[in-house]
């Protein structure tokens, strides 16, 4: 639960899509979340996904999850220039003592394009 | 419904100084957990609480402090600060034990120490 992978940069031109993509590694991980970071903000939950779940539509966001390969991606659709934010893909820790830590990848730089 | 409230927002502190931060989760809401903010490091779990006991700690040395009152509001104590601990302090809540329902972001603390 401690190695949590994203690209960091994507650009995409306003209208189109854009696809972040995550691996994971802790198998027993029940729930993963998708966090956006806008410049001097916070953290905003996004969306979640249940590990028993494939995929997950909410409005313009997709969330695809592979677990075999331990592998999450969001796609959003439509993608605007209000897009331009940091994304955070964070998994659970379920493991014992430390139950309940999230873990974060290092967040993915998204930049939409007028 | 008011959200996870930190304070202050901004704080500008000296080498070796001592700062306390503040976390008032959402209404309702009985654990919180507290991260660190870098660039280098990303983001990283300082410690969490429940029921004003400290359920979980992250790897950061002893002057990293925490506590949480009968209210669920939950301070941070600093001390003997060091350049190093410059940093976006995020404080999050969830409404159950060890944030089995998701964790909502407050828009942190960003502490510069001089």
């Known amino acids: 639960g401690e190695d949590v992978e994203q690209s960091l940069f994507l650009s995409v031109r306003e209208g189109d899509s854009s696809v972040i993509n995550c691996t994971y590694t802790?198998?027993?991980?029940?729930?993963l979340y998708w966090y956006k970071q806008e410049p001097g903000a916070g953290l905003q939950l996004l969306t979640y996904i249940f590990s028993n779940m494939d995929m997950k539509q909410d409005q313009r966001l997709t969330v695809l999850l592979n677990k075999k390969d331990k592998h999450l991606s969001l796609r959003i659709a439509d993608t605007q220039t209000g897009d331009s934010a940091i994304y955070f893909c964070?998994?659970?820790?379920?493991?014992?003592?430390?139950?309940?830590?999230?873990?974060f990848g290092r967040g993915t730089q998204l930049t939409v394009w007028p | 419904k008011a959200g996870v409230t930190q304070t202050p927002r901004y704080l500008i502190k000296t080498r070796g100084q001592q700062v306390t931060l503040s976390c008032s989760p959402i209404?309702?809401?009985?654990?919180v957990s507290w991260y660190q903010q870098t660039p280098g490091q990303g983001l990283q779990f300082l410690f969490e609480?429940?029921?004003?006991?400290?359920?979980n700690k992250g790897n950061f040395p002893g002057r990293f402090s925490g506590r949480q009152f009968s209210n669920s509001r939950s301070e941070m104590n600093v001390s003997t600060l060091e350049l190093g601990d410059s940093a976006l302090y995020l404080c999050?809540?969830?409404?159950?034990?060890?944030?089995?329902?998701?964790?909502?972001f407050g828009s942190g603390t960003r502490l510069t120490v001089v």
């Open positions: 964070a998994e659970v820790d379920r493991r014992g003592s430390t139950l309940g830590r999230l873990y």
């Open positions: 999050a809540s969830s409404p159950r034990d060890r944030g089995t329902h998701g964790y909502t």
């Open positions: 802790d198998s027993s991980s029940t729930y």
């Open positions: 609480y429940f029921s004003e006991t400290q359920r």
């Open positions: 209404s309702g809401h009985r654990s």
